[in-house]
């Protein structure tokens, strides 16, 4: 079965350092999602990509964050510098209809 | 702009016993609704969706959930809980067309045995 793949799975840093995140959607999968979820939160949406344009950002602090899908294919999601309250876990999604989203494993971010 | 609101944080339930966990969602002309669970460290699995049509959705391992238009209402039911349902539970909503998903806080089942 189809899955969405992430890496790191887990990822601890030092605040002020770089980090990235990498997704790779499910095949065929156009529209692509990264959300942002708090302990003891829902997810929240952080940046959509259809293909490789971004169709929303507008929860993305663009002043540490940024997201990328050059190819419309796989995605990148980088913070820089990282602070504190950026740990989270940080989900991708990939849709191929508005019917269902399915979701990666997630990368579970840690700054000390 | 969609919210969603599930009203416990925690149900602690006994195994074989039947559970609900509720959600409202605030009004729209139309909306998708979802109920995943997550477990620890893990992403989210989708257990069910309401689009359109019946307003009784059945899921996977024997969850079901309800749609009632008037109440604003998804809740998540189960006649019989396992050990293996300990887990949290998202609700979720998204209008008609290609948008994100808005999700609740989440419900944590524990299921005691």
């Known amino acids: 079965e189809a899955e969405v793949a992430q890496s790191p799975r887990y990822k601890i840093t030092e605040k002020s350092q770089a980090v990235a995140f990498w997704c790779d959607p499910i095949?065929?999968?156009?529209?692509l999602y990264w959300y942002r979820q708090i302990l003891g939160q829902g997810p929240e949406l952080l940046v959509q990509f259809q293909d490789e344009s971004v169709v929303d950002d507008s929860q993305l602090p663009k002043d540490r964050f940024s997201a990328e899908r050059l190819k419309g294919v796989d995605s990148t999601l980088k913070i820089q510098p990282a602070e504190l309250g950026d740990s989270a876990m940080y989900l991708c999604?990939?849709?191929?209809?508005?019917?269902?989203?399915?979701f990666g494993p997630g990368t579970r971010l840690t700054v000390l | 702009a969609q919210s969603v609101t599930q009203l416990d944080s925690q149900v602690p339930v006994f195994e074989e016993a039947p559970v609900e966990l509720r959600c409202n969602y605030s009004s729209s002309v139309s909306v998708y609704l979802f109920w995943y669970v997550q477990y620890p460290n893990q992403g989210l699995q989708l257990l069910l969706k309401?689009?359109?049509?019946?307003?009784l959705v059945k899921g996977i391992n024997g969850f079901e959930a309800e749609f009632n238009k008037s109440q604003t209402s998804f809740h998540l039911r189960k006649p019989s809980v396992h050990i293996s349902d300990t887990a949290e539970y998202f609700c979720?909503?998204?209008?008609?067309?290609?948008?994100?998903?808005?999700f609740g806080k989440g419900t944590r089942l524990s299921v005691i045995a």
């Open positions: 999604a990939s849709t191929f209809s508005y019917n269902e989203q399915f």
């Open positions: 979720a909503v998204s209008d008609s067309g290609n948008t994100p998903l808005v």
């Open positions: 309401y689009l359109s049509g019946s307003t």
């Open positions: 095949s065929g999968h156009a529209t």
